[in-house]
């Protein structure tokens, strides 16, 4: 089922945690490498053990080398160890609440198909959606475990 078009804006104060990641991502976005396209981003990961992991973009005069904040992030969290993301929080420059390229969303999806995804404005107000709400019809690790026809044994 697709999330509604309407989306719930949650406040600072609903959830501390939450409002926790969404100041760390804020805060990576100002290490933002973003000389080209002047659009900064930060994220910020909750790992399974309860650190946060921050990441910002970090841009290349050869575009296809850019890397956005969601994967510095998650690959941050991995690098050090980490396995398990519990949730993730993408800030930017940008007053209007901001979702993932689908690279970082394939990225995320990998991480839990219910991994929830908070995109913030400037006064910290939020709004929530699901990695699978995000790329509904993405491929991930789920569809490697179904049955295969036509295969010989």
Not at 95 to 109: H, I, P, T, Y
Not at 115 to 138: C, N, W
């Amino acid at each position: 089922k697709m999330a509604s078009a309407q989306a719930k804006i949650s406040k600072p104060g609903d959830d501390a945690q939450v409002d926790l990641l969404i100041q760390e991502a804020m805060a990576a976005k100002l290490n933002s490498y973003s000389p080209y396209s002047k659009f900064r981003v930060g994220c910020a990961v909750l790992a399974g053990s309860g650190k946060i992991y921050k990441g910002t973009n970090v841009e290349n005069a050869c575009y296809g080398l850019t890397v956005c904040a969601e994967r510095t992030a998650i690959f941050n969290a991995v690098s050090n160890g980490e396995k398990e993301i519990k949730a993730l929080s993408v800030a930017t420059d940008v007053d209007d609440f901001k979702w993932s390229c689908g690279a970082c969303c394939q990225v995320v999806l990998e991480f839990g198909e219910q991994l929830p995804v908070y995109s913030s404005i400037h006064d910290g107000s939020y709004q929530m959606k699901t990695a699978r709400e995000m790329m509904p019809f993405a491929f991930s690790k789920a569809d490697l475990d179904k049955p295969r026809v036509g295969l010989d044994a």
